[in-house]
């Protein structure tokens, strides 16, 4: 849903709300982030403190920092020590489970 239409939309979603945690309740209802909701309720009349809107664009940009952090941990390479260490790990697991398992049911 675009703007035009949800602020449009917004109406009738705030006849049924009262005051508590408004930003909130807007951005998971439209689907829509915290930062543009608070946005768009300033623009339907709401009075909405601009410490809010601060606060509420302090914890975006730390989300993302996170989420960038997240994914530059993800994408780094391993050691390639470690990674052979697993595979030792693995072979020698299957080996045994296979060598306990013949041992277990004679044929």
Do not use: H
């Not at 768009?40 to 509420?56: F, N, S, T």
């Not at 994914?71 to 296979?98: C, I, K, M, V, Y």
Request: with cysteine.
């Amino acid at each position: 849903m675009n703007r035009e239409r949800r602020l449009v939309a917004a109406v009738a979603f705030l006849r049924g709300c009262n005051g508590e945690n408004l930003i909130r309740r807007y951005a998971r209802w439209f689907g829509v982030d915290v930062v543009c909701a608070a946005l768009e309720l300033q623009m339907l009349g709401k009075d909405i403190d601009p410490a809010d809107i601060d606060r509420v664009r302090a914890i975006q940009r730390e989300k993302e920092r996170v989420g960038r952090q997240s994914n530059e941990r993800r994408t780094l390479p391993r050691p390639q020590e470690e990674r052979a260490g697993e595979l030792e790990w693995e072979f020698a697991s299957f080996t045994d489970d296979a060598a306990g398992s013949a041992a277990d049911n004679p044929v």
